[in-house]
């Protein structure tokens, strides 16, 4: 079985920086994109940015130039580095990545989830 576990959320004051992380462990073969997805209360989820395993990027217009997401493939591990939060960055943040297990067809994986609360 593939599991991913994200950490890192928590609460921080608007203007304020947190860095979350998210390993994938079990049975894989290979990881090809990963993500990071937010959902508020109320709302809907939504994406907040992805990477490829050849590492190109791509971000929601909300957080471009404030987060940055990149990945440590020898670790199967991807990282959301967010700055300058603000109270609309509030939510509930999701790690998703595509995975192949061993023998497997391509498969579409979620972490639990980690709240981040940006408030003063």
């Known amino acids: 079985q593939v599991q991913l576990v994200e950490s890192g959320g928590g609460l921080v004051q608007p203007g304020g920086s947190l860095r979350l992380s998210c390993a994938a462990s079990?049975?894989?073969?290979?990881?090809?994109?990963m993500g990071w997805y937010r959902q508020a209360p109320g709302k809907q989820r939504e994406l907040v940015a992805t990477i490829t395993s050849g590492v190109s990027t791509n971000y929601a217009d909300s957080v471009k130039g404030r987060f940055t997401i990149s990945r440590d493939n020898a670790k199967n591990t991807v990282y959301l580095q967010m700055n300058s939060l603000k109270p609309e960055d509030t939510a509930v943040y999701y790690c998703?990545?595509?995975?192949?297990?061993?023998?497997?067809?391509?498969?579409?994986?979620w972490g639990q989830g980690t709240q981040v609360t940006v408030s003063s």
């Open positions: 079990g049975s894989i073969f290979s990881i090809n994109a």
């Open positions: 998703n990545a595509l995975i192949r297990p061993p023998g497997s067809k391509l498969g579409n994986y």
